[in-house]
């Protein structure tokens, strides 16, 4: 089997986690736009693949203990800035501000080459298996802050 020159969940960088897609077809409206809902999917698969590269498994995480952990989104907002179309490039930026107590905020870009299409602040809420809001334990929100510096936290 050949090896991959990259990861297709993305790499970890010194500003938090990168994540390549392209825009498809079916990403974009009647007019050759991506649609405003579609910016949802890119996001969610950049904090997605975020975790998994920085070891998170969320299926272990809803049984690793008697109270399950779940993340899920408490509030989010958007900034739409320029649009994308189809078979544009869109490299996604997930970077953590704030893990603690039983929140984590991250901050998303989506950019097309240099240019920045979506600024997104995520607020995601820790829970347990019942819903219950949980504290993220400590090793768990250490790892969603190591490597990150005052100078790139603000994405």
């Known amino acids: 089997m050949t090896e991959r020159p990259f990861s297709i969940s993305g790499e970890l960088t010194e500003a938090g986690h990168r994540l390549v897609q392209r825009v498809y077809y079916e990403d974009t409206d009647f007019s050759g736009l991506v649609y405003h809902a579609r910016y949802l999917h890119f996001l969610e698969r950049g904090r997605t693949d975020y975790l998994r590269c920085l070891g998170v498994e969320q299926r272990e995480l809803v049984s690793?203990?008697?109270?399950?952990?779940?993340?899920?989104?408490?509030?989010?907002?958007?900034?739409?800035?320029?649009?994308?179309?189809?078979?544009?490039?869109?490299?996604?930026?997930?970077?953590?501000?704030?893990?603690?107590?039983?929140?984590?905020?991250?901050?998303?870009?989506?950019?097309?080459?240099?240019?920045?299409?979506?600024?997104?602040?995520?607020?995601?809420?820790?829970?347990?298996?019942?819903?219950?809001?949980?504290?993220?334990?400590?090793?768990?929100?250490?790892?969603?802050?190591?490597?990150?510096?005052?100078?790139v936290r603000d994405l």
């Open 64 to 151: 690793a203990d008697e109270e399950g952990l779940v993340f899920v989104v408490h509030r989010m907002e958007i900034d739409f800035k320029s649009p994308a179309r189809m078979d544009d490039v869109l490299t996604i930026l997930t970077h953590t501000e704030k893990a603690g107590g039983a929140k984590m905020v991250l901050n998303q870009q989506i950019r097309s080459g240099e240019t920045l299409l979506i600024a997104a602040k995520v607020i995601i809420a820790v829970i347990n298996a019942k819903g219950r809001p949980r504290r993220l334990p400590e090793t768990l929100a250490a790892k969603f802050l190591e490597g990150s510096t005052p100078e």
